[in-house]
């Protein structure tokens, strides 16, 4: 027993003390996007890790220095009002690189009423990483998509209607922010959508009900006392994966709450990071 201690201690002191290189940063769109979100202030932080006011989307690139081809866009949460670019995003970086992983922190604009601005984001970052894929040694179809709460929406959104030259190998999603009807995470959906959404918009922002026989296969990690995006958007989302056979692997732990991402202070930390590395090892036969 206190073998067992002392090598999760040691596991946990890895995971914690890694450091990444530091990130290529790329603009998304060098020749300027197609359409503008309306915000006309630089991006700022707001508060340590949260970066608010983004009109200008940015992707920063974490190359391995041992790749195995595989490369994750990875999509802060913040309720697509701010982004939780640290314990959401960067801070992963030296643990996805220690596994080989190329990690891709996207920083997307907030919708500010253009509902389409940050999956438009999305695409190009990932067609920036095939751009770069001989330089980064990247498999271009080992390209995947995660995402944490409002984050989760967005990897979602990708997966399931990306166009064929974007669509992800796969999707991980952490306690994410799928439907926009009933259960939604209000704040997300009145940021992306208007206060007075339409009801063609909620259904077609719905991911539950967007799943099809292109959806990639998903890895999905939430808490069951998560107060701010009801279990159930997970939960649905995983049901109409199962109804369309797509293959999912759903992770439900009893405590932790919500805005957890990488955050040493959630309780199954070890096991949530754990079951995915075993996961990303299996699909990448």
């Known amino acids: ?10 596991l946990l002191s890895f995971l914690t003390g890694l450091q990444a290189q530091k990130p290529i ?13 309306g915000l006309t202030t630089n991006s700022n932080e707001k508060d340590a890790g949260r970066t608010q006011h983004t009109n200008e989307a940015q992707l920063y690139v974490y190359p391995a220095a041992h790749p195995n081809g595989m490369t ?24 996805m690189n220690s596994q080989g992983i190329t990690l891709a922190v996207l920083q997307y604009r907030m919708p500010n009423g253009h509902k389409n601005i940050p999956s438009s984001d999305a695409y190009q970052a990932i067609r920036l990483l095939k751009q770069h894929a001989e330089e980064w040694h990247i498999d271009s179809n080992k390209i995947g ?27 991980i999603l952490l306690y994410p922010v799928i439907t926009m009807g009933e259960g939604t995470h209000q704040g997300s959906r009145e940021n992306l959508l ?15 009900l967007r799943v099809n026989e292109q959806t990639p296969k998903a890895f999905i990690a939430l808490s069951s006392d998560d107060r701010a995006v009801p279990p159930g958007n997970s939960l649905n989302y995983a ?12 992770h439900v732990y009893p405590i932790g709450g919500h805005g957890w991402g990488f955050r040493d202070s959630f309780p199954y930390k070890r096991q949530w990071t754990g079951e995915l590395e075993k996961w990303l090892r299996e699909i990448n036969q």
């Open 72 to 95: 994750i866009v990875c999509c802060p949460g913040g309720g697509y009002a701010h982004l939780a670019m640290q314990h959401e995003g960067t801070d992963m970086a030296a643990w």
């Open 145 to 171: 998509i995660m995402g944490a709460s409002a984050g989760g929406h967005l990897a979602a959104t990708v997966a399931n209607l990306a166009p064929a030259d974007v669509r992800p190998a796969f999707q």
């Open 194 to 208: 208007g206060k007075q959404a339409v009801e063609t918009d909620v259904h077609d922002f719905s991911m539950e």
């Open 25 to 37: 940063i790329l603009p998304v769109w060098e020749q300027g996007a197609p359409e503008s979100n």
């Open 239 to 250: 049901t109409s994966l199962g109804k369309a056979g797509i293959p999912y692997s759903l």
């Open 1 to 10: 027993m206190k073998k067992r201690v002392f090598l999760m201690g040691l």
